[in-house]
T-cell receptor, first 116, second 111 residues
Framework: GESVGLHLPTLSVQEGDNSIINCAYSNSASDYFIWYKQESGKGPQFIIDIRSNMDKRQGQRVTVLLNKTVKHLSLQIAATQPGDSAVYFC???????????????FGQGTILTVHP | DAGITQSPRYKITETGRQVTLMCHQTWSHSYMFWYRQDLGHGLRLIYYSAAADITDKGEVPDGYVVSRSKTENFPLTLESATRSQTSVYFCASLAGKGEQYFGPGTRLTVT
């Protein structure tokens, strides 16, 4: 979930386990949500997205769930692998259109560590 | 090579100096963004651009200037660097509504 201050939430799992990373978003008007993965020393990388008119979307080994009632987003990673170790960010689209199209607000991130 | 590149990758500068961080993308994406990333704050938007010659402020624009004379380039200038601007800077371009492609980042240290 979101963190306050200098310490990011952490999740430590064993290889092969399923991982669930949570995120609370802030803007009830946001209509688009995205998960990004950031490996050490690299820029964030798009994983999966979901629109506000959906509550679930599946990708390859990943599923995103959206609960608009409580403004909560989660990322589920199946059969977690050591290569999944990274910081995961949720982001919400706050732009209604025009020059704000695609403008994102990022959460603070969750550190996922996968142990072999 | 196709993609988004940033230069320099590492920079050390002194307080008060002007510094320009470069960003170049080969996809001709209309939208581009500059973020800074600090521990405890995640990614914060500095400036963004919807097209050449169209730019707008993000969450933390003070002390920064951008320009976009060509679609593929989006330089970020620190007019008079301060220690609080020590950070990792990421440039991104927009492929789809939320799908931003990020560069590798520039690690800037202001002494």
């Amino acid at each position: 979930g979101e963190s306050v201050g200098l310490h990011l939430p952490t999740l430590s799992v064993q290889e092969g386990d399923n991982s669930i990373i949570n995120c609370a978003y802030s803007n009830s008007a946001s209509d688009y949500f995205i998960w990004y993965k950031q490996e050490s020393g690299k820029g964030p990388q798009f994983i999966i997205d979901i629109r506000s008119n959906m509550d679930k979307r599946q990708g390859q080994r990943v599923t995103v769930l959206l609960n608009k009632t409580v403004k909560h987003l989660s990322l589920q990673i199946a059969a977690t692998q050591p290569g999944d170790s990274a910081v995961y960010f949720c982001a919400e689209n706050v732009g209604a259109g025009g020059t704000s199209y695609g403008k994102l607000t990022f959460g603070q991130g969750t550190i996922l560590t996968v142990h072999p | 090579d196709a993609g988004i590149t940033q230069s320099p990758r590492y920079k050390i500068t002194e307080t008060g100096r002007q510094v320009t961080l470069m960003c170049h993308q080969t996809w001709s994406h209309s939208y581009m963004f500059w973020y800074r990333q600090d521990l405890g704050h995640g990614l914060r938007l500095i400036y963004y651009s919807a097209a050449a010659d169209i730019t707008d402020k993000g969450e933390v624009p003070d002390g920064y200037v951008v320009s976009r004379s060509k679609t593929e380039n989006f330089p970020l200038t620190l007019e008079s660097a301060t220690r609080s601007q020590t950070s990792v800077y990421f440039c991104a371009s927009l492929a789809g509504k939320g799908e931003q492609y990020f560069g590798p980042g520039t690690r800037l240290t202001v002494t």
